[in-house]
């Protein structure tokens, strides 16, 4: 079993290590109870005390203890060697016991021999020690005629042996099987645990970019709430703009048309004769002005819309009548082209719920559409019936619209391209109108091809016309179910003609809502800001940045509540901001000018400005700058560990610098004279004569004002009661006034604050 154990899991070392204990552990049992087996055949033998108790019990005893000890003692170290010892100290016990007290029946404890090596080694050791037990008991016999023993007993010794070494034999295989199966089990789970782990492990990392992108998303969201509101205020004023502007011109091209009709019409009230000429050109201005006149009730109507003033006179109206006003408006313009005009019609039309007028007016803005973009041929108009709505579609043999225009079509002030508009006219509002008036009564509105509306012919190809154009509006027969307005406000950013149509949730959201906290990218040289954002500002996540690239690009992957750029008074401002102009999601910008550790040492004329606590590495760095002359180096402080701690600092460099130490102001001044040091390290807080007097005193006197001195102190350089003298506000776009007041507001409160009587709040704001 050992050997074929070690063959079988050599690939596992650690399970062959705990295999291999196990085997020690089981030997080291079989070693004991076929020890105390002997032991006790041994005083089942003695048929008397005085051979229990004499020299023959010596041996024996002495035989199993001895081979005992020393199998446990080299099972630790060989496995193999401590069973053979054990096997051959049991085989001279036995036959001790036979020879010694003289009883033929001890034989049969041979026939455990292949038991013991089939089980602790293998099969093959197993047969060894089977032929051993014959050789044995025939030569205990005949051969050394050390006892008689009948036939029966060396049959049954060597058939039980036989016996023992294929029972052993057996359990081994069963052993073995076991354990190897346990071993593939075992490797399988280990896999299965290493792929669970690293499931685990993914599944934490995903965990963790999900909530990072949560948060970036609810930035985000913020941020476009804001934009929107803006574009809401923007929309808002255009289309207030719009009506006043509508509104406005009536008057004025009221003037113009009602006094060029008059003209035109009744010239005698003007005098005797006009000459055609000025009748001709007051004729141009007449159409010129009505044309006018309908662009300005278009843009009305869709200045309307858009404010949502706009309202409905619905009620039951039959679409035979509809139809029939509206061909009945266009019919002219059909017949002065040459055009035929054609209009399917079933007989079980129902009565829709409509406001007829809106609807006459798309079904003349098609059919207007199509007469003046026809030029052989003609149109049709097709009703139908289809899954509780009306269809209604025009149909022309016009030159068609391309693909590519189509997703445009509807758009304000959109056609084909811009040749339409000099060839046939138009204002571009007509479609856009429609689209939107059909969207109020709860339908849709779309281009499709001829040859897939219901019941038409293709003519493409055809001598009647081009490939034509096909224009289809559905109506819901009964009026739609009543819906939030504001959800209405909301679906009318979404196209209902694209993959992106906004759907209402059905069920709330299980995920936590993201704890988001305001996010600022620090644009600086150093690490000022960052410090005083990580010491007075809490629940913010900050980001600093070393380049203006690298701000931009922190900007456009996640929003940020603002832009912070420490920008020194030696910089060129208009420089910067003129880089700044187009900040993705229209970031405010701040500036300001917050000095930190390298301006003060410019301030005081130091080599560098180190604040405690500082790191080893720091130090050395600092030491470092000066060059590879420095070699004795002075320090100057009131406290004593810590001109300890900066000597063990530079003690433990390779550079093996000259350590001078000063404990005040005046000492460090003489020693500066008398040893001229290649460095200072200044501590600027120090009773009597303390650094600041010390830098003055060394930058008066030429001997010693040109060693360099690097400042280590606990005095922040940012910890002053005044930390910028500015600061200034930019934002793409500029400022809207409600919002350049709030500003003002705000800041002026922080920075003066008004004290304002008990129980007043700001006026248009609520009371907490």
Known sequence: MWHALRISLKSDPDFVSSVTDLLRSTSRNIIFATGGVCLIWQFLVADDVGRLLGFAFIPVTGIVILTCGLSLWLLRRCYLTAQVVWHAGIVAAITLIIYLFRQPEAVFLYALLPLMASVTMSWLAGLLAEGLVIGLVLGLGPGLELISLSKGYVASVIAGGAFTALLGGAATQTLLTVTQWSLFSFEQARQKMEEARDRQAELRQVQEDLIQANKELARLSDRLKVMYRVAEEARRAKEEFVANVSHELRTPLNMIIGFSEMITESPQVYGDKLPPALLADIAVIQRNSQHLAKLVDDVLDLSQIEAGRMALSKERASLYEIIEEATRVVEPLFKSKGL???????????????????????????????????????????????????????????????????????????QADSSIRRRYGGSGLGLSISKRFVEMHGGKIWVESPSSVNG???????????????????????????????????????SPYSGYEYRVRTRRSKAPAPVVNPRFVLLEKGKTLQRLFSRYADNVEIVSVQSLEEAIHELRRSPAQAFIVNLSPLEDASTIMEQLANLPYSTPVMTCWVPGEDEAAKQLGVTRYLLKPITREKLLSALESLGEDVETILLVDDEPGQ??????????TRRGYRVLQAKSGQQALNLLRQRRPDVMLLDLIMPGKDGFRVLHEKSLDPTIREIPVIVVSCKDPTGGPVVSKRLTVTRNGGLSAPVLLDCIQAISEILAPAVRPAGRERPGRPAA
């Open 340 to 414: 035929f005009l054609n209009v399917e019609l079933p007989p079980d039309l129902p009565l829709i719920f409509c406001d007829r007028t809106r609807i006459r007016q798309v079904v003349i803005n098609l059919l207007s559409n199509a007469g003046r973009f026809t030029e052989r041929g003609g149109a049709w108009v097709k009703v139908w019936r289809k899954e509780g709505h009306v269809m209604i579609s025009v149909i022309d043999t016009g030159p068609g619209i391309p693909l590519a225009d189509r997703e445009r079509l509807f758009e304000p002030f959109q």
């Open 456 to 494: 038409s012919q293709s003519w493409i190809g055809t001598d009647e016309g081009g490939p034509g154009t096909t224009i289809t509006f559905s109506l819901p027969i009964e009026p739609p179910a009543p819906t939030d307005q504001a959800a209405n406000d909301i679906r009318r950013w979404f």
């Open 643 to 652: 001109l300890q701690l900066l000597t063990r600092m530079l003690s433990a």
